[in-house]
């Protein structure tokens, strides 16, 4: 019996402290090539989004398609931003920017040719989403996608600025 407490506290705190984890330190580049650390992104003390996603990834263009067309919305209703990271490889990174261009979306997109942000973060599939709360803590965390979940998504921002 005092196993099996023990063992349900560590899982408690394991996915307490899960919850709350920060941005790693890893350098991403922008698509017109500055340097980005990763642990020190901010959105002025608001939430913001990290989106991962690569140019060949269906689900991942419709998630980032959806959320550009109430983005502007978004913005001015909760002052979320949205940092858009490809997950593309080297060889593929040249499609990231045109690609960027045709859908028209206003996102700040970083590169991750190596996959380093994602390997630090765990991931294994995209499209991986995260919300970041304005002291830089990952506070939710979600694969995949399905048409409407971006409704989700600004629920989950708007609970954060209500607290």
Known sequence: MKKLALLLCLFALVAWSDAFAQLPAVTLKTIDGQSVKMDTLNNGGKPFIVDLFATWCKPCLR?????????????????VKIFAVSTDQAQNIQKVKPLVSNHGWE????????????????????????????????????????????AELIEKVRELIAK
């Open 107 to 150: 996102y700040e997109v970083l590169l991750d040719p190596n996959s380093d942000f994602m390997r630090a973060l765990g991931v294994q599939q995209i499209p991986f989403t995260m919300i970041v709360d304005g002291q830089g803590n990952i506070v939710y965390k979600h694969t995949g996608y399905t048409d409407g979940a971006e």
């Open 63 to 79: 998630e980032l398609d959806a959320i550009a067309e109430v983005y502007g919305e978004w913005q001015e209703e909760t002052g």
